[in-house]
């Protein structure tokens, strides 16, 4: 007897945490779940704005494992409506920007688009990551609302988005290939991929960087894998030593790019380089990675140090508005940037003296043509909800992010 | 003889690298080890799996950190000696506080934790004392969200601690073709000297507990209530304190282990930094055969070894697989584990 409730409760968790392990895996997969959407304005149309003020709705993960960049997003999104009202909002009427809190977790970002939904938003701004925004696609495609992703690189996204998602970001499809010429271009041939497979993110942006680089001419030498909250590397970075490698590819994000960028070194790769994708953008990589992760390489949607107007403006804005702090990641910018589009093309409506409502905002934020973001130009019209828009590539160094090279994606995707 | 390459061609054993391999696997289980120590002292006393064990190891790791913080080497100093061009290193002090004030914290969380949640449920039927402890889990994770930072900013963890040396011992050097193509890869062992101070201090650790359980007063009250709980308590064994003590022993190796994983390995803090270890070290616990310490060392020894094998055969998307696979086996062929006894239940 006491031994059978041991080996229940134990299978009970085996079979849990595979499943669990496994389940991460894509939540693309999974279709929308039906009959959960809150109600609005009746028969499907989306909802209308009516009332005094204009809602506008932003799921950011406030907490969890990516507070870091969901904090700036947040702050970024705040700024956007406060100078926009400042500037006397949409014909005098204000906007009200209503925030849920993900907690970094693609169930609870769901949930939190809901209660947006149920709230009366007529348009959703958010994830800062794919796996959340997945999630907040199904609920926004019911309910007839556009969403508008901040920093969601997973090409899927858009697909099949009835003329509703967009981003304000790059792709992996991009990221990846920047990151593979990059590599090349900087005479690496043996590169080593690490990745963490319990991220969509992770084993997407490994895929499209391995492709790239095979097709440049380099070698693969090394593909790894690891998994968030994971701390000892030792293992895999074994095996990746013996293969002599002269640069490793880590997909994942900050959280475990640090330790794992110490542990290469003290495994004694003292000159291999090291890169990675957007998901390394904080500034824990460096207090995590310490003088290990000193002079990798990333790719990012901008650099604070660039002279573009509407970069300097957009900080001397943030600074004054956040008690002389500037935005710790690009989620800063991207989340103002996402706002940002949304109140012109609610302005745009305005002045065509269209009804403001759903539909008609989600085929003005599709008709977007050069908008000077920070990140960046964006033209939406004739896109499917991705902007072609250039990457960066970021050089790590003690105190900072430091521009290293811009590609357009013209250059990066010709063969 | 290019066993190497390529890798992605299904299993290529890879001689070259497995005594660093073994290293590896050694220096993760021992960790596993300590902390399934936890698991199994406290189910060993009161038949109870202990599912808050994780989270008591993620608290001691904010524990150390909090305590460096304290000691001046706060992230805002560091980044004020470095800008002003000063030298910070922690001295041996240092952690040696680190690790007993988290052992101390844990100690007393561990207490808590029995005294309120455990403690009420105690003559409740079994599997509602284990659906608490599922709960107290929870609400740590939960709490942690709420009051702890996620990825605070390692201090004496990493930077400024003295032991950041690494000792390699080649065996034969490597072997580099044109292209920088591998012949023969070097065979060597490369270690830190964090994780050797780990490794002896895991060792020092049990040998403490080891004189603890059997060569004290308590250790004897411990065995007597982890034969018969009942008969203890018959037998004027003060049977609350006997596993208060428990508690808090288990927990301090927990807090032990944080604190040198945090320092030695580099590892960032979350709220749910508990959660993979934990969830291994008590499979770690149930493989030894749960109940018996020198089991759960085994155990956790075998639990590093064979995720690391995993890894070694070019495997590492199943590392964390193969701990359940075992845990399922070990079930289905000898339930009673490793070093466990299968002695047949009355019921």
Redesign the interface.
Known sequence: MKNGLLQIAACALAVGSLSFFAGCKDPSAKGGEGGTTAGTSGSGSGASASGDTIKIGLVASLNGEQRPWGVDCEAGAQLAVKLFNEAGGVDGKMVELKVEDSNSKPEEGKSATEKLVGDGVIVVIGEVASGITQQMKTVALEAKIPLVAVGATNPDITKDGQGLISRVCYTDDLQGPVMAKFAFDKGLRRVAVMTDKKLPYSTGLSKTFVARFKELGGQIVAEESYQAGESNFGGQLTRVKATNPDGIFMSGYFNEVGPMARQIRQAGMNDVVLMGGDGWDSAELISNGGDAIVGGFFCNHYNDQEDRPEVQKFLTDFKANNNGNLPGTTMGALGYDATALVLDALKRLAAADKEINSANLAAEIMATEGFKAVSGDITLKGTNGDPAKRALVVEVRKDGFVFNKAYEPSEVLAK | MNS??P??AGIQL?W??LP??L???L??GS?YALIALGYTMVYGVL?L?NFAHGEVFMLGGYTALLTSYAMGYS?DAIRQA?AEGREVTSSPLNLVIMLLVAMAVCAIIGAIIEYFAYRPMRNQS??AA?ITAIGVSLFLQYAG?LFLP??P??SVA??VNPYQA?Y?KVFSE?V?GE????IR??VEV?I?QGRVIMLITVVVLMAVLTYLVMYTKTGRAMRAASHDFDSASLMGVNVNRVVTATFMLGSALAGAGAMM?TTF????L?P??G???G?KA??AA?LGG?GNIPGAVLGGLVMGLA??LV??L?Y??Y???VA?VI??LV?LVK??GLLGSNKV?K?
Request: glycine residues 8%; negative net charge; aromatic residues 10%.
């Open positions: 190497v390459l890798l992605m890879d070259f690298s660093q391999q290293v590896n696997g220096v993760v960790i038949r799996i992230p470095f079994r599997i284990l969200q996620s990825n900013p390692p990493q930077d690494v390699t490597a580099i292209g920088g193509t591998v890869p070097a490369t830190t994983l390995e580099g590892t960032t979350q749910f930094f959660v993979l270890p969830v008590f499979v149930v749960i995720e690391t890894t070694w070019g590492s998307e590392k964390d697989a359940f845990l399922i079930l339930p009673g239940e019921v």
